[in-house]
């Protein structure tokens, strides 16, 4: 059984910053790719980013310059730190763990509001 706890969600007023954790545990072997995907109320989910094992980073265009995925492997977690939100990034966060094998794992999501 793999496990995600995501932490860090909060209120923040725009222009201020959120880091967002999330760590794995359970029976996990060979993590690939580690990435973070929100959802916004009537909206569906999309990627944010994406670390994979080899180093590699991917950033959806509105979050490039102002979101940085990092991975800690020897604790099988994931972080996301955010910078200058804006009320657009208001959003469910969930994190999303996949294995070399293809399995795929989601967390139960932490909630980001950036409101006044």
């Known amino acids: 059984q793999v496990q995600l706890v995501e932490s860090g969600g909060g209120l923040v007023q725009p222009g201020g910053s959120l880091r967002l954790s999330c760590a794995a545990s359970?029976?996990?072997?060979?993590?690939?790719?580690m990435g973070w995907y929100r959802q916004a109320p009537g909206k569906e989910r999309e990627l944010v980013a994406t670390?994979?094992?080899?180093?590699?980073?991917n950033y959806e265009g509105s979050v490039k310059g102002r979101f940085t995925i990092s991975r800690d492997n020897a604790k099988n977690t994931v972080y996301l730190q955010m910078n200058s939100l804006e009320p657009d990034d208001t959003a469910v966060y969930y994190c999303?763990?996949?294995?070399?094998?293809?399995?795929?794992?989601w967390g139960k999501g932490t909630l980001v509001t950036v409101s006044l």
């Open positions: 999303k763990l996949t294995t070399f094998t293809g399995l795929e794992y």
């Open positions: 359970g029976s996990i072997f060979r993590i690939n790719v």
């Open positions: 670390a994979t094992s080899a180093g590699g980073t």
